[in-house]
């Protein structure tokens, strides 16, 4: 009769909390309101998100609106200066190369998104958890992630090409392998100042388990800096990922992918310079667009991170 | 004082093990025998030499005996040998570290100038069109990418103008397009920070005090904001080394320049194992150094900071 009471008591805590992380949501949803209205007053992050409308739509769009085959050789046609028939010219192997930077967009775009979902995958766990449990678990992290972080930039993600071999899946790896570090130090830090909230005691306190503390109240609290991170590093893996292909590690031929395209304009620069600025061109405004949308986004739901 | 720096020192250690330990790992979580990257990729050993270099290189030894007797050897200054030229790898590592540090001063020395001038001009004329100039500069300067940068720079000051050399090392018209190329990304990242914590400064009490008993404007910016800035803008210059040294790597091979990072590049693209890790090893010890020397620059810079 006791423990029916007891769990009568947990489960009506239990519904008591879940009505109040209803409430929560309520004012989540108002505050999504409020972030999107606040958002929609911020002329550059409304234009980073129409130009990113727009690079999504060219990604999806690309095999129809494509002039041209970009992976079609055309030996009577190298080197064209743009052109009525070739917008943007034709690179030395006479491909055009309108049809190559379209079909680079989703490329790139991809490079961006999985980049960072695999960074996520790793940082989220590991972050949340020595977060939320401190002591050996965290040391253990936070010395992990220390290591990581004494290989400067693209060193880390150059050293695990060496190990997982070079193209463009391994680049991605390497890119999100090296930003886990990243991801790790901003969830763990959110989660050390979140557990300490009442909200999270009295969870803790009526006895709720631990994977449902940490996906019901101390997940959707660390969500904002989260996503304005994301948002970001998607114009910064771009950047990297771009890079890394540039240097040969990357893409490999004939895939029309921005950071080799302009690597292989780079022995033609005197007399095709088209072939080079374009997709670095391409590059530019993809990663603008990511920036001036987080830039926003940060603004938005975090105005303490605001830079400007 | 020295107390902080003997244990910011010690601290130290722990990573430069976690380091050593991923580094030589490199070896073992390549795919494939760790025989065959200490031989030229296109070699075809028979077993029997397999398992003569098997013996040579100790691989038959426990992993733990393997990493104390390369930990050795590491500590004694032997790296290895790269099997390009058969030369020894720190040799050929110090042999091209002059020209990466060259170009990495020059870089952070521009990226310095540029960006601390533009982020207090933006922040004394806030909301002027200046600010809003520097700030579009700014934020053109983070999402370009510095490899299109640098092509960019070559195509118009070396193959249009003929300004200057458009690869090599040794004058220091070699040195002014790479370093501007790395610098004014860099400082596209500063001007932004700086304009933020001059922008916080300037509200300060004691500049209100300073303004109101009647100093004037430049002797309250230059004697009273600029020094408190310099603290903040000294760790963030600090802060800068890894992306300079990522910079530097992309730098060095768009104008073919010697140094470290293009090293690293030709290593990671030959497959010479023991040169990418011997370059590795070698830059993320120096970056941890650096960071060492950062943190302990905050004491020595700010009287208000005491490490007890």
């Known amino acids: 009769m006791t423990e029916k009471r007891e769990k009568m008591t947990t489960e009506t805590s239990q519904d008591t909390l879940d009505f109040a992380a209803y409430g929560m949501r309520k004012e989540t949803q108002s505050q999504t309101r409020m972030v999107f209205r606040q958002l929609l007053r911020n002329k550059g992050a409304i234009a980073g998100a129409i130009i990113l409308m727009i690079l999504i739509a060219i990604a999806i769009l690309a095999p129809h609106i494509r002039p041209h085959d970009p992976v079609e050789i055309g030996i009577d046609r190298p080197l064209l200066p743009p052109n009525s028939t070739y917008l943007m010219g034709t690179d030395n192997f006479g491909r055009d190369v309108l049809s190559r930077v379209l079909s680079g967009t989703h490329i790139s775009l991809e490079i961006g998104i999985i980049t960072n979902c695999v960074a996520l995958a790793f940082g989220l766990p590991l972050g949340l958890l020595s977060g939320y449990f401190g002591k050996k678990l965290d040391s253990l992290v936070v010395g992990m992630m220390d290591i990581m972080l004494a290989f400067p930039g693209i060193l880390l993600a150059m050293a695990i090409v060496v190990v997982i071999g070079k193209g463009l899946f391994q680049t991605m790896l390497a890119i999100g392998i090296s930003w886990v570090p990243a991801y790790t130090r901003l969830v763990r830090g959110t989660v050390i100042s979140v557990k300490e909230n009442v909200y999270v005691e009295a969870a803790r306190t009526i006895g709720c388990s631990t994977s449902r503390i940490l996906r019901r109240h101390v997940l959707p609290n660390i969500m904002a800096p989260l996503i304005v991170l994301l948002t970001l590093d998607i114009g910064w893996a771009i950047l990297t990922g771009a890079a890394l292909s540039f240097l040969g590690l990357g893409a490999q031929r004939p895939t029309p992918e921005w950071g080799m395209m302009v690597n292989e304009g780079r022995e033609f620069m005197r007399i095709a310079w088209w072939i080079t600025l374009f997709p670095g061109l391409a590059i530019m405004v993809t990663v603008l667009s990511m920036n001036l949308l987080g830039d926003g986004l940060r603004d938005a739901l975090d105005p303490k991170m605001k830079i400007d | ?308």
Do not use: C
């Not at chain 2, 934020?139 to 195509?155: A, E, K, Q, Y």
């Not at chain 2, 890894?242 to 090293?263: M, N, P």
């Open chain 2, 1 to 308: 004082m020295s107390k902080y720096i003997i244990r910011r020192l010690l601290t130290g250690i722990p990573v430069l093990f976690g380091v050593s330990v991923l580094v030589f790992s490199m070896m073992h979580l390549t795919p494939g025998d760790p025989v065959t990257l200490f031989s030229s990729p296109g070699d075809q050993l028979d077993t029997a030499t397999i398992l003569y270099l098997r013996e040579l290189y100790h691989l038959n030894d426990p992993i733990p005996v393997q990493y104390l007797r390369w930990l050795g050897n590491v500590l004694r200054g032997d790296l290895g040998r790269s099997y390009f030229g058969n030369r020894p790898v720190l040799e050929l590592i110090l042999e091209q570290l002059g020209a990466t540090l060259e170009l990495m001063a020059a870089g952070m020395l521009i990226a310095t100038i540029l960006g601390v001038g533009l982020g207090i001009l933006a922040a004394l004329k806030r909301n002027s069109l200046m600010d809003n100039f520097s700030m579009i500069l700014a934020l053109f300067g983070v999402s370009m990418p510095t490899f299109w940068l640098g092509l960019m720079m070559i195509l118009i000051f070396s193959l249009k103008l003929g300004w200057f050399p458009s690869n090599g090392t040794g004058t220091w018209k070699h040195l002014v397009l790479p370093a501007v190329a790395l610098g004014l990304s860099r400082s596209a990242i500063l001007a932004r920070l700086v304009r933020a914590i001059m922008s916080e400064v300037l509200l300060q009490d004691y500049i209100v005090s300073a303004r109101a008993k009647g100093m004037r404007e430049h002797i309250v910016v230059l004697r009273h904001a600029l020094r408190n800035v310099l603290i903040p803008v000294v760790t963030i210059v600090g802060l800068q080394v890894g992306s300079l040294i990522s910079g530097a790597v992309i730098i060095e091979t768009v104008f073919s320049r010697q140094g470290l990072g293009r090293l690293t590049v030709f290593s990671v693209l030959e497959k010479d194992f023991t040169l990418a890790q011997g370059t590795t090893l070698f830059t993320a010890m120096g970056y941890l150094l650096v960071n060492i020397v950062v943190d302990v620059s905050y004491a020595a810079l700010d009287p208000r900071i005491h490490y007890d």
